[in-house]
């Protein structure tokens, strides 16, 4: 299985850029296609999807995030971070099954 | 607007079965995969199976291969999950989600706890 790996926690300040990483322990790129996606959980809410094939937003979604990347790194940036931005941030890769999320990235105050 | 809708969960013994139904409506159902993805308590998000667009394929992560059976019925746009064998590392908030590229949609969630 492709193994995600994220960092556990970012401290961030209002009106700041947040960074998030997501390395994968193969390439998850074909081609062109970046297969890496991006979702925010909140707190006893179901996950959103952010971001598709690593630099797609999805419906909805305001221009404050993009994402960016290929083949084992990949990036979400939120800029300027807005409070309702506090949540957990996962990637995943649908390069190859069984279909694979990082371990999470809660997002915290500074 | 795309909606879904869990439901089935519970409390279950251990080596019980369980069915989950997830209803979903705003979109024409019989043109996507399905998946179920489930979350255990505090842990992160991981994939269980998913079912194409006309229930001709379907796949399952290891450890529930065998126990759990995806499938759906188009004509009622509801999705299932029947579970069986069930154990305590089962124990998790499962959703349904719409599996194109990604999981563009999901569902609330529906809990289903293994215990004695």
């Known amino acids: 299985d492709i193994v995600l790996t994220q960092s556990p926690a970012l401290a961030v300040s209002l009106g700041q850029r947040a960074t998030i990483s997501c390395r994968a322990s193969?390439?998850?790129?074909?081609?062109?296609?970046?297969?890496m996606h991006w979702y925010q959980q909140k707190p006893g809410q179901q996950p959103k999807l952010l971001i598709y094939r690593a630099s797609n937003l999805a419906s909805g979604i305001p221009a404050r995030f993009s994402g960016s990347g290929s083949g084992t790194d990949f990036t979400l940036t939120i800029n300027p971070v807005q409070a309702d931005d506090i949540a957990t941030y996962y990637c995943?890769?649908?390069?190859?099954?069984?279909?694979?999320f990082g371990g999470g990235t809660k997002l915290e105050l500074k | 607007e795309v909606q879904l809708v869990e439901s089935g969960g519970g409390l279950v013994q251990p080596g019980r079965s369980l069915k989950l139904s997830c209803a979903a409506s705003?979109?024409?159902?019989?043109?996507?995969?399905m998946a179920w993805v489930r979350q255990a308590p505090t842990k992160g998000l991981e994939w269980v199976a998913t079912?194409?667009?006309?229930?001709?394929?379907?796949y399952y992560r290891d450890s529930v291969k065998g126990r759990f059976t995806i499938s759906r019925d188009n004509a009622k746009s509801t999705l299932y999950l029947q579970m069986d064998s069930l154990r305590s590392e089962d124990t998790a908030t499962y959703y349904c989600?719409?599996?194109?590229?990604?999981?563009?949609?999901w569902g609330q969630g529906v809990m289903v706890t293994v215990s004695s």
């Open positions: 193969q390439s998850v790129s074909i081609s062109r296609y970046n297969l």
């Open positions: 995943q890769q649908s390069r190859e099954s069984p279909p694979t």
């Open positions: 989600a719409r599996h194109v590229v990604s999981f563009d949609y």
């Open positions: 079912i194409s667009y006309d229930g001709s394929s379907t």
């Open positions: 705003g979109f024409t159902f019989s043109n996507y995969g």
